[in-house]
């Protein structure tokens, strides 16, 4: 079975400097990856996904994850964060593209605070 | 484009109520499943239907049933709440290659 791994529970980060959220994966074959984020009170939103190709992938509000087998990793960035980043980030893995019949598995979670 | 619609969003129930959160959606999707969203947690899977009259258990299925009628609809039935499911829940669906679709979330209280 698939497991994520998000080391991190918070992260605080001044305005306008960079991002970088972790996420490691446990699967035995390609993964699916995914990154979402959820405001307060709030679903959840895809910002980007990992199916296969190109390692660095972008996603939505200017995000992008680079997926890195040998290290199992695929870690969230953003060049330059916005008091609107302020959330909870989730990493995903799934075995297959769509789901599938054993849905996602979701890393804990991190807590973005942004510093004014 | 409704997407994934749950109901209710809020309920509180007493101990030992029984109640049904609906899930319905428009995209004409194969999977549907049930998350549950407690802090620190993430989301954990509690049943999830790979089709129009099944269902499967998934991580946390305890104290739940389910049933998947009709395609667009899947409901998450608690018999008998207890205080432990305090949470948010969360549906989602998917059709095989193409991204999963959550709804707003469903936030329940037992007392």
């Known amino acids: 079975a698939q497991s994520v791994t998000q080391p991190d529970i918070h992260i605080t980060v001044s305005e306008g400097a960079s991002l970088e959220l972790r996420c490691n994966y446990s699967y035995g074959a390609t993964p699916y990856l995914f990154w979402y984020v959820q405001s307060p009170g709030q679903g959840l939103q895809l910002l980007l996904k990992?199916?296969?190709?190109?390692?660095l992938v972008q996603g939505i509000k200017g995000f992008e994850a680079e997926f890195k087998r040998s290290q199992s990793s695929f870690n969230l960035r953003k060049p330059s964060v916005h008091w609107s980043d302020a959330a909870e980030y989730f990493c995903a893995v799934a075995a297959d593209s769509g789901g599938g019949a054993d849905g996602l598995t979701f890393g804990k979670g991190t807590h973005l605070i942004i510093q004014p | 484009n409704a997407g994934v619609t749950q109901t209710p969003k809020f309920r509180v129930l007493k101990t030992g109520q029984s109640m049904t959160l609906l899930c319905a959606q428009d995209?004409?999707?194969?999977?549907m499943y049930w998350y549950r969203q407690d802090p620190g947690m993430g989301l954990r899977l509690i049943h999830y239907s790979v089709g129009e009259g099944t269902t499967a258990k998934g991580e946390v299925p305890d104290g739940y049933n389910v049933s998947r009628l009709k395609k667009q609809n899947f409901l998450l039935g608690l018999e008998s709440a207890a205080p432990s499911q305090t949470s948010v829940y969360f549906c989602?669906?998917?059709?095989?290659?193409?991204?999963?679709?959550f709804g707003e979330g469903s936030w329940l209280t037992v007392v």
């Open positions: 995209m004409n999707h194969e999977y």
């Open positions: 989602a669906s998917s059709y095989t290659g193409n991204t999963i679709y």
């Open positions: 990992y199916f296969s190709g190109d390692t």
